[in-house]
Every structure is written in structure tokens, then in C-alpha cells.
């Protein structure tokens, strides 16, 4: 019985983590006035890198479903596609640190691998994202100026966030969440 407690105080733990992590993405993205909600995504990038190393396996895919379901509530008349790219975006991070393999059998983080697969998951989310704004909602008209700029701030907004859940992993979190 003792056993069964443990895994499941294990998994409230995990669950608490993901929430925590997601009302923080959350913050970030409803109260930023669009379009810095958009441009700044460094806040999500660092705590989906967070959570798909902590959580794993699919952590930053169960903090992105939870944060897209709340930004869902906000924004209303684009749950469906707010909610999409957020798993999106999760899936894409935990993605890409498996495919990279990030996260290290002894609990270590390889950096420059963390760095690439937040950035590669980034910058494919916003492009997508971008996308389907223009092309299938036709929400906005074509610009290559802003096409460019968007590509530029995901790669930049994916270096910075996967450094900087790299550096908090290895200065800070490992030692408490080990």
C-alpha cells in the first residue's frame, strides 16, 4: 500500500509542476498586448523546455495542453487554434529534444542539443502559426518583411529560452527536482 502512495504523491507532483510551469506561460501570453504575446515567446520556449525535461516523457506537450487550455478561455473566438498550436508547440519541443537527445541517461542536459531542438521547435510553431494566419484565416495579408522578422525572433526567442532552461536546469533545478 505504502507503494501505491508514493506513485501517487509522484504524480501529483509531476501535475503540480506542469500547472505551475503552464499559469506561468499563460501569464505571459494574456498579458502581453498582441503583438508582443507573439514576438515574445521566450517565456513559453523556457518552461516547455522546463517542463519536457523535468516531466518527461511529453512534459512540455502536458504544460502546453494545460497553458492552451486556459489561454483558450481567453481568447475565445480562437480556441481551436490557439489550443492547436499550443500542443503543437509541446509536441514539437518534446519532439525534438527526444530526436536531438537533449536530456542525457544520467539526468544531464546537453545544452547545444537543448539549445536546437527549442529553437527548431520554436521557429517551426511560429511559421506555422504565421501560416495559418494569412493563408487560411487570411487574418493578414502577405509580408515578406514580416515573414523574415517572425523566422528571425523564433530563432532568437528558441536560443534564448533553451538556454536559459539549460542554465536553470543545471545551476538550480536538477539539484531540487532530482
Known sequence: MI???AIGSHRLQ???L??????LVFISKTFLPTPLDK??????????SLGSITLSPFGATTVST????????????FAPFTL??????????????????????????????LVAGVTMATTVT?????????????????NIALESAILVIGVLN????????????????RHLLS
Request: charged content about 10%; glycine content about 10%; proline content about 2%.
Open 3 to 5: 507503494g501505491t502512495a
Open 14 to 16: 509531476r501535475l503540480i
Open 18 to 23: 506542469a500547472v505551475l510551469f503552464a499559469v
Open 39 to 48: 514576438t515574445l515567446v521566450v517565456v513559453q520556449a523556457l518552461f516547455l
Open 66 to 77: 494545460i497553458a492552451g487550455l486556459m489561454t483558450s478561455t481567453w481568447r475565445a473566438p
Open 84 to 113: 492547436g498550436f499550443a500542443i503543437l508547440y509541446g509536441l514539437l519541443v518534446d519532439a525534438f529534444m527526444i530526436l536531438f537527445k537533449a536530456r542525457a541517461e544520467n539526468g544531464t542536459v546537453r545544452m547545444k542539443r
Open 126 to 142: 511560429g511559421m506555422a502559426s504565421y501560416y495559418t494566419t494569412v493563408y487560411v484565416l487570411s487574418l493578414l495579408p502577405r
Open 158 to 173: 528558441g536560443l534564448a529560452g533553451g538556454y536559459l532552461a539549460g542554465l536553470l536546469w543545471r545551476k538550480a533545478l
